[in-house]
Structures are given as structure tokens and as C-alpha cells.
């Protein structure tokens, strides 16, 4: 599983115990006691929809750094988006590194491709078409998209696409390696959404072109923006967080 190669990949960069967590309805944080922080998606979805969805309620906080990071690899949605969240991280403390900016800047749509993404984006899917490229829309949910399609059609048409954006939280649903296989054959290859772990090592050897991450700033603030149920939207104009993208290839 990738995930286990992004965690010795950022085992150097890992370390301390978690200051506070917050499981929010659009996303989660971890935060460490050295005030880093990383984000990951909350899967809703797939969340049991009972009076208690975290089996390490109140036990997260204090923790050391490794053994919540390991939760990534868990079955269960919101363990894993913890163990995702801890892993950003450690890699927020590396990302200095990153430049600022939007996938779009780096993407290299060009007329004609065929774009394939995997969790919807608006501004992604209507800059591909700018670019003169179809785009096919895989989701869990129906959008509000034309190219709409369910997830299960990825394994149909991934294989066709010249581009290929897949969201970070198919890190915590389990999906990104699949994907990754079925969309062996495009041109670029990019990882995008505030879950996306920079762990370029990694997914340079997976054939990723470019990871499109987000570097948490205000940690306390973030925190607070997450609780309150807010999102990235929020996040971003708050200043509480700044995208950043590594271009690998």
C-alpha cells in the first residue's frame, strides 16, 4: 500500500505527540505540540452515522506522532483520516520547499485531451474545458457537472484519459493505488486537495507528476475554522492555510 511507503518516507520528519485533533464535517486536523499541522478529509460518507464514529475519542491528543500516523492504514474512515491528517503533518514541516500556487498553473492541459478526475473540483474541471479538453467527473455523489460519471467508471474510462487528477482523500478511502494502476497510461498524472500528503519520493516512483497540497499556517486558527464546520474556502481566505504544489516530473 502507498501509504505505508509515505510513512517511512516521513518517519525522519515525524516525531512529538499530538497537541489537540479535530474532526470536523468537511475535514480533520492534527495538530502537534510543535504547532505543525496537517489536514485530511472527513469521510461523511462512509462514516456509521451512529452517537459515536471515533473509537479513540479523547485518547488522540497526547499521543505519540507514529502511532496516530499509522492510522492511515486503518479501515475504519475517520481513524484513517486522523492517520492521513498526522502524516500532512509531518510533511508540513518539509514544506517550505513548495512553491505557492494552483494546479492549474502546472497541469499542461492541452486541446483535445481527455481529462479524468477523480473528486470534483469546479475550478479544475472548467479550466480543463477552457483548455479545449473533455473532462469525465468520477464521484460517490451525483454533481452538478456534464461529465459527470459514478465512481465505479473509473474502471472503465481511466484508462483512456491523457490526464489524470485524483483527489487526495482517495488516500483515505483506500482507492489511490487502483487509480493509480488504471491511469497508468496518461500523460500527467497529478494528486490535488488539502489530504494530498507531499511525500515526493514516493510518488515520484509511482509515476505522479504533480502533487497539489495544502501547508497549514495557522494551526489555531484552522482548528477553529474545521470545528466550526468550514472548510477550505474559509480556510484559505482566513489565511489559516496557502496551497502549494511540487511538480515532480
Not at 492511515?72 to 492521513?84: F, I, K, Q, R
Not at 505557492?100 to 472548467?126: E, F, Q, S
Request: glycine fraction near 12%; include cysteine; charge should be negative.
Amino acid at each position: 500500500m502507498i501509504l505505508e511507503e509515505v510513512l517511512e518516507e516521513l518517519r525522519g520528519a515525524g516525531g512529538g505527540r499530538v497537541a489537540r485533533a479535530v474532526v470536523g464535517l468537511g475535514y480533520t486536523i492534527v495538530v502537534m505540540e510543535d504547532g505543525s499541522a496537517g489536514l485530511s478529509h472527513t469521510p461523511t460518507e462512509d462514516a456509521a452515522h451512529e452517537c459515536e464514529n471515533n473509537p479513540m475519542a479523547g485518547r488522540v491528543a497526547g499521543a505519540a506522532w507514529e502511532d496516530v500516523a499509522r492510522l492511515a492504514m486503518s479501515d475504519h474512515p475517520v481513524l484513517s483520516a486522523l492517520g492521513v491528517a498526522a502524516l500532512n503533518a509531518a510533511a508540513s514541516r518539509l514544506a517550505a520547499g513548495y512553491a505557492r500556487g494552483d494546479l492549474m498553473d502546472h497541469l499542461r492541459v492541452r486541446r483535445g485531451d481527455r481529462v479524468c478526475m477523480v473528486g470534483y473540483v469546479p475550478a479544475i474541471a472548467r479550466g480543463a474545458r477552457e483548455a479545449g479538453a473533455e473532462v469525465a467527473v468520477f464521484e460517490f455523489r451525483p454533481v452538478d457537472d456534464p461529465g459527470y460519471r459514478p465512481w465505479w467508471a473509473s474502471e472503465v474510462l481511466m484508462g483512456r484519459c491523457d490526464v489524470a487528477v485524483l483527489s487526495g482523500a482517495t488516500l483515505v478511502n483506500k482507492t489511490l493505488d487502483r487509480l493509480l494502476e488504471l491511469s497508468s497510461r496518461a500523460r500527467i498524472r497529478a494528486i490535488v486537495g488539502p489530504t494530498t500528503v507531499m511525500a515526493p519520493g514516493t510518488f515520484s516512483r509511482h509515476g505522479v507528476d504533480l502533487l497539489a497540497g495544502t501547508r497549514v499556517l495557522d494551526a489555531d486558527l484552522a482548528s477553529r475554522i474545521i470545528a466550526e464546520g468550514g472548510g477550505t474556502r474559509t480556510l484559505y481566505s482566513a489565511g489559516a492555510a496557502e496551497k502549494v504544489v511540487a511538480v515532480l516530473r
